[in-house]
């Protein structure tokens, strides 16, 4: 089966400018989620859609928004960048079974975005 | 203010010992944790959970231990093998929130 992928792996970016990043789950997977990892800040949530609706969200300011299509397939859209957005985004899918205590998150490589 | 704390940056450890990795929690709704393995250039990779009702959950040379009353919870791995070296994240959950993920630990197994 394969894994969670994401696109791109590296993407070089300049203030002021919007990027979307791309995340595919694994096959039969409806949850998504997404994470955001810096030096000093570690791993931090961001939001988290499941049939195509946003159901959890972090403390991120408004500039950071995602999408979730039919297919489970999410993207994640960052506008107005900043140089502190410079980091490692991550991507999580799950299978979110009905009345299961906890959904193991299983994790894509992530994109690095660098922000000039 | 950071809800999950692991205050070792880095543990060197060596090679068929016991690594002992700590974390600590302040939001006592956290009702389950789970440990993580990230090798560089590659997404965490998950290890082992524990639910706040339990206080051991064991998988192979791995156990957690979690101490509500303390609110700390710790990861053992014994024997601590070469490939067992990368950065550790400790992670909390309360209910259907996403993960509050620890700053990690960095593992070394020395030879």
């Known amino acids: 089966k394969a894994g969670v992928t994401q696109t791109p792996r590296y993407l070089i970016k300049t203030r002021g400018q919007q990027v979307t990043l791309s995340c595919s789950p694994i096959?039969?997977?409806?949850?998504v989620s997404w994470y955001q990892q810096t030096p000093g800040q570690g791993l931090q949530f961001l939001f988290e859609y499941f049939s195509e609706t946003q159901r959890n969200k972090g403390n991120f300011p408004g500039r950071f928004s995602g999408r979730q299509f039919s297919n489970s397939r999410s993207e994640m859209n960052v506008s107005t960048l900043e140089l502190g957005d410079s980091a490692l985004y991550l991507c999580?899918?799950?299978?979110?079974?009905?009345?299961?205590?906890?959904?193991?998150?299983?994790f894509g490589p992530g994109t690095r975005l660098t922000v000039l | 203010d950071q809800q999950v704390k692991q205050n070792s940056p880095s543990l060197s450890v060596q090679e068929g010992r016991i690594s002992i990795l700590n974390c600590d929690y302040t939001?006592?709704?956290?009702?389950?944790f789970l440990w993580y393995k990230k090798y560089p250039a590659e997404g965490p990779t998950f290890l082992i959970s524990i639910s706040s009702i339990k206080d051991k959950n064991e998988d192979g040379r791995f156990t957690v231990f979690l101490n509500k009353s303390a609110k700390h919870l710790s990861l053992h791995i014994v024997p601590s093998q070469p490939g067992d070296s990368a950065v550790y994240f400790c992670a909390a959950k309360r209910g259907a929130d996403g993960l509050t993920f620890g700053k990690g630990t960095h593992l070394i197994i020395q030879p």
């Open positions: 096959s039969g997977h409806r949850s």
């Open positions: 939001n006592s709704m956290f009702d389950y």
């Open positions: 999580a899918s799950s299978l979110d079974v009905v009345e299961s205590s906890y959904n193991e998150q299983f």
